[in-house]
């Protein structure tokens, strides 16, 4: 768990699923802000492909890609918000936020935050570039890091590869990648623990739930936490 943190067996309810979508149209939004079109905004394309994995509603998505463009009338307006500090027992996270209200943001993550502490962690993490990607048959993933510009890189789930690259070689390794016949799945700036923090199983239980309540914050977009 040393980079970002995703909660396990999430409930499929409607609830839940309704807060997949929140984040994901605030972030289609977001993306939207740099043209509707997804065959020349790569940021979107990416997004679009993660909401559709989602099984969000067509209407939804189309909805979010306008507002996010200025096409509609009552487009919102979002600022990203990011937070340092502890989880209990010492584990550092990175809160990043995706709000149209900061006030509202500052109150919710704080009352969270009593269970652990605010604090400057950042120091304790790299701001990485990170592509996760599925490649051709055969290809070895290793000699595509090199060719592409990609500094390090490690398996992910179902076959997937996940590339690091340095935050400003973030679009130029994407599209190496994708010439080189690779599909990315996702791709974005995130921060990786330096050292990441072990714990025993009962005190992961409650690093785990102290994870869980940030992530069901609506304006809670990405958890980056140092947990191994």
Known sequence: ??????????SENAAAKGRI?????????????GGADPESNSKLRLIIEQAKKASMPKETLDRAIKKGAGLLDDGA????????????????VIVECLTDNKNRT???IR???????????AWDFK????????????????NAAIEAGAQELEPADDGHTRFFTEPHDLDSVGKTLTAQGWKLVSSQLAWKAKNPVAVDA???????AFLHELDEDDDVQNLFVGLA
């Open 1 to 10: 768990m040393g980079a970002q943190w995703k909660h396990k067996g999430k």
């Open 111 to 121: 009352g969270i935050f009593r269970k652990g502490q605010l604090s400057a962690v």
């Open 77 to 92: 307006q979002f600022d990203t918000v990011v937070y340092e500090g502890f989880a209990p027992h010492r584990v550092p």
């Open 127 to 142: 701001h990485l570039g990170v592509i996760e990607a599925v490649g051709p048959a055969g290809v070895d993933p290793e």
């Open 106 to 108: 500052a109150t919710n």
């Open 21 to 33: 979508f929140g984040k994901l149209a605030k972030e289609i939004m977001v993306a939207a802000k």
């Open 202 to 208: 009962d005190a992961r239980a409650e690093v785990e």
